[in-house]
């Protein structure tokens, strides 16, 4: 066998190997060439591990004031690494603390939407007709009410636990998730790898499960990016009607909307939450519009 015809004979192999991949592998390869969305990621690691392992690191609580430092600014001389608010309780640990609250917020509530809307969109954009007809016409009654109506309403009537904090934001969140997964079901069911599969005996929820749902994923992702900065922002204006959470515990929101309060005597009370939180939020925009496109089936080849 001549050189060139073996060079060929390797690229036709590797081109085989290539589109053997599965959608998953071959996104993932192409995310890692993104070199915006790989800094991202980066950046989302480390928030995460600082949130976790910061306040094991810390000497101080995030209950416990320094009686002798009220609303102090940053100084390693006091061990405050980014000062403390106007009750003495250090802010580095409380930044932490609110991180790992405003993190399990987003990422659970968001859960919780995307389960609901994306099983509720998908069935009605499949089967259509009357089925379409009558579940989005429940979206549109429950569009009619206030958002902020049906998250209190269940606060009350579940309590203030953190975690069903979580379930009730989430659950009330899907509404935009089942309309977007119904538009783009309605544009799929009829292509040829459903009628394909169609053909083949596969049922109807096997294809939702099978064929829709992994082709919206590009959809998707882009929505969660949204997603979670919009819920954040939801348990910071409930924390703010003492809705949200609860001293001592605090989030990211409810810090920025202290340190508002405290702008002019203690800026840093201020500066360090909103930038971690504009900080998380820039990093899941960048890493949203990199899954989109890795996931992408039409850039896959």
């Known amino acids: 066998m001549s050189e060139a015809t073996r060079d060929a004979f390797e690229q036709a192999m590797d081109r085989r190997v290539i589109r ?3 959608l998953y592998v071959d996104a993932w390869h192409r995310l890692l060439k993104n070199k915006a969305a790989v800094a991202a990621l980066v950046v989302l690691a480390i928030m995460i591990i600082m ?13 416990i004031p320094d009686w002798d430092h009220y609303s102090t600014p940053p100084s390693l001389e006091t061990g405050h690494l980014f000062g403390t608010d106007a009750l003495g309780r250090d802010l580095f640990v409380r930044t932490m603390i609110g991180g790992q609250i405003s993190l399990l917020v987003g990422l659970v509530a968001t859960l919780v939407s995307l389960v609901i809307g994306i099983s509720y969109g998908a069935v009605a954009g499949y089967f259509g007709g009357r089925v379409d007809n009558i579940m989005m016409r429940f979206v ?9 109506f049906f998250v209190i309403v269940l606060m009350v009537i579940f309590g203030r636990n953190i975690f069903l904090i979580f379930v009730a934001i989430g659950a009330v969140n899907w509404l935009d998730m089942a309309r977007i997964v119904r538009g783009q079901t309605l544009s799929l069911k009829n292509k040829d790898f459903v009628e394909a599969a169609r053909a083949c005996g596969a049922t109807e929820m096997q294809i939702i499960r099978r064929h829709i749902v992994p082709n919206l994923l590009g ?13 954040i922002l939801v348990e910071s204006f409930l924390s703010f009607l003492g809705l949200g959470v609860q ?13 508002a309060q405290e702008l002019e005597t203690a800026p840093w009370s201020l500066l360090f939450p ?5 900080l998380t939020l820039f990093a899941f925009n960048f ?15």
């Open 51 to 63: 949130v976790i392992v910061g306040p094991m690191l810390s000497d101080w609580d995030h209950e």
């Open 287 to 301: 890493l949203g519009d990199g899954l989109r496109d890795a996931l992408d089936p039409k850039d896959r080849f």
């Open 247 to 259: 001293e001592p515990l605090t989030s990211w929101g409810a810090l920025v909307n202290e340190g």
């Open 219 to 231: 959809v998707v992702i882009v929505y969660v990016t949204l997603t979670i900065p919009q819920v």
């Open 20 to 22: 053997g991949r599965s």
């Open 274 to 278: 909103a930038s971690f939180l504009a």
């Open 140 to 148: 549109d009654g429950i569009y009619a009410m206030p958002f902020m």
